[in-house]
């Protein structure tokens, strides 16, 4: 065991906070030959439930419910950060998480959103996250969730969800049956035009195609 030395000093007016965390372990009785045998999810510091609901095309809402673990010994934590992965194409909906006591703060990074709440106790609390499709991906992939002490990163959870409905779609799932809604189309001299192209190019009338191409070479 080490020694730690430690002097704190303040000057002026105003308010400061001090915390200082300290974690340590008494080995009981059978608990060494134990600690080979212990399964992941016993050291899991946090217990972590996540539901995604994805009734709706263009909407989805993520259930999440979590608590500090009793196996840590402590009934609180300081701050704790709950980092939400977002499934490809989708993004938090505008105004869809408000601060609170226990959300200090919602900090929105690509692909994420991240809660840093007040403390976390073993009472379970859950969070409603609304989300809205931004763009359609086809195959979307998996996506997790991780929660962790803030002050002891080593104290996470992390668990995975995905819509096994979007996982199953295609490009072709909004692109009509046979997909011809995205397929390129072939112009006169064997180039490709894309949608948008053939739509714009097809709006305009011959005569007015024909000034445009006469005022093109003219300049």
């Not at 994420?112 to 359609?136: A, G, H, Q, R």
């Not at 998996?142 to 409905?165: D, F």
Request: hydrophobic share 40%.
């Amino acid at each position: 065991m080490q020694h730690l030395n430690l002097q704190v000093s303040a000057e002026g007016l105003g308010l400061a906070l001090f915390q200082l965390n300290v974690f340590y372990n008494i080995w009981g009785e059978g608990m060494m030959m134990r600690r080979g045998r212990r399964s992941a999810e016993e050291h899991e510091a946090f217990h972590l439930n996540v539901e995604l609901l994805d009734m709706e095309m263009n909407s989805a809402e993520l259930h999440i419910c979590t608590s500090l673990s009793a196996s840590l010994g402590v009934n609180s934590t300081g701050m704790v950060l709950l980092e939400v992965g977002l499934l490809s194409g989708f993004a938090l909906q505008q105004d869809g998480l408000q601060t609170n006591e226990l959300i200090k703060k919602v900090e929105m990074q690509p692909g994420k959103v991240i809660l840093y709440l007040d403390s976390m106790t073993t009472e379970e609390v859950c969070f409603w996250i609304p989300l809205v499709m931004e763009y359609k991906v086809g195959k979307v992939q998996e996506a997790n969730v991780i929660i962790y002490n803030y002050y002891e990163p080593r104290q996470r959870t992390v668990r995975l969800y995905q819509s096994e409905k979007r996982a199953n779609m295609t490009s072709c799932s909004f692109c009509g049956e046979d997909c011809s809604l995205c397929k390129p189309e072939e112009n006169n001299d064997g180039s490709i035009l894309s949608n948008g192209q053939n739509r714009l190019m097809s709006s305009f009338s011959p005569a007015l195609l024909l000034l445009f191409i006469i005022t093109f070479f003219s300049v």
